[in-house]
């Protein structure tokens, strides 16, 4: 499968993006989701993750009641509606994807990942 994330860019602190993550290939259903994100000079960590039925959901706590990730598997499509957001959520965000009827919230546990959209947020 293909992933094609698209929605980042500059906004203020308290605005709201939502990201796309579009995917191609067949089975789109049967993928656990997750989205990703690297702050400059840091490592990539979790953010969000749902699994294939759209049923259940995992956050990181820096986003939990702010950060709202949701799947449509007609269109092949996950998003990631961000409200509230801080500075410190400025990062690349990549979409991620993985066969797994599982919640996956480890890196290493996907193996398709999106290019990555650039989110800045300015105080």
């Known amino acids: 499968v293909q992933l094609q994330a698209s929605g980042g860019g500059l906004v203020q602190a308290g605005d709201s993006l939502r990201l796309s993550c579009e995917a191609s290939g067949r089975s789109f259903s049967s993928y656990n989701m997750g989205w990703f994100r690297q702050p400059p000079g840091k490592e990539r960590e979790f953010v969000a993750s749902?699994?294939?039925?759209?049923?259940?959901?995992y956050y990181a706590d820096s986003v939990k009641g702010r950060f709202t990730i949701s799947r449509d598997n007609a269109k092949n499509t996950a998003y990631l509606q961000m409200n509230s957001l801080k500075p410190e959520d400025t990062a690349v965000y990549y979409c991620?994807?993985?066969?797994?009827?599982?919640?996956?919230?480890?890196?290493?546990?996907?193996?398709?990942w999106g290019q990555g959209t650039l989110v800045t947020v300015s105080s």
């Open positions: 749902m699994e294939w039925s759209g049923g259940s959901a």
């Open positions: 991620a994807a993985a066969r797994s009827t599982r919640l996956l919230v480890a890196l290493y546990e996907y193996n398709y």
